[in-house]
């Protein structure tokens, strides 16, 4: 990999007030203004110390929006994580100790010998350059289908990624194998020793492909929601609530078909809608107070699930808020005046609930 200088990119600004009708529940309709840029193909969205915001897209290429007054500039690149287009993106976090550190983390999908692999990696921010730092963990397993590679840092300041059975047989879905399974990491790449598995990052397993990790605030517990497989005119994605060591069956099971050692789902989605989860936060402001809201690419949904911190596993409301109205979406994120981000492939919006 080489070392990448930020660079300035103008982009067009879409000035434009859009009004969506959700597909369920609210008697009101959400708001939902384009913040300046367009992208082709992003992925993830993250913030700075400083209010900026970050958007990565799959080439590698990431983006930064500098507050200006009440809105965004137009977006300038900030990073190219992708080695000019010799790695792919698959998942992206900022170091909550940002300001001290300058890290941010990306897992990023080469091709080694013919095989897709996966590798852990952070990078540094130092007098405007944004600079490989170190590989934290090299050829994870990968795949051109269902790689997973979804990165965050936990309220236990531990780094947690998600990895996909990348498409292998049935039989090399395992743990020891780290196919399908939630990792968890110190922030400088070791194993701690508290994890599920002794001497590994394993922390749980039996996923398909991972796309969205969060935690309820108020509870502190982990939610992972994965992309499940085809059903009749959609997908069989399931909520996750993880404990360490939990096993959630695939490829053997998934969602509501689980069996004796497996965990059950807290909701899933079923035969006539397709999810397809990629980002998820829960809000904690404003009217979606204590909802968990994720971006889904299947039908191009922003679906808003309500539960309690006191029963976290009692759904009281769900609501597909849009449905296909921005196309694909990718990323979801609460921002600090009480608004909620949403990122689709093309565009990111401002919306307020």
Known sequence: MTM?????????????????????????AQEAKPLPGSWIDALSLASLPDGSLLVAQRSGLVDRLVPDGSGYRSPEVWADLGDNGHSDLLGFAV??????????????????DGVPVAHLTRWRDSAGLVVLNKVLADNLPSGTDRAGGVVKFGPDGHLWVGIGDGGAPAADVTPTNLRGVLLRYNPDGSVPTDNALPGSPVWAWGFRDPGAITWQPATGKLFV????????????????IVAKGDNFGWPKYMARDYGRGTTPPLTYCSSGH?????????????????????????????????????????????????????????DVAPASDGSVLLLSREKLYRIVP
Do not use: C
């Open 4 to 28: 990448f200088a930020r660079r300035s990119l103008p982009a067009a600004v879409l000035s434009v007030f859009l009004w969506a009708v959700p597909g369920t529940a609210p008697a009101t």
């Open 95 to 112: 170091d909550p100790d940002f300001l001290s550190s300058g890290y941010v983390y990306a897992v990023l999908r080469t091709v080694v």
């Open 225 to 240: 929601l994965d992309r499940g497989p085809a059903v009749a005119q959609g997908t069989n994605d399931p909520v996750d």
């Open 274 to 330: 397709s999810w397809v989860p990629n980002g998820a936060a829960f809000v904690t402001t404003g009217d979606w107070d204590g909802s968990l809201v994720f971006a889904g690419s299947g039908k191009g949904n922003l679906i808003r699930l309500t539960l309690t911190s006191k029963t976290p596993t009692k759904i009281t409301f769900e609501d597909e808020v849009y449905t296909g109205e921005f196309g694909a979406l990718m």
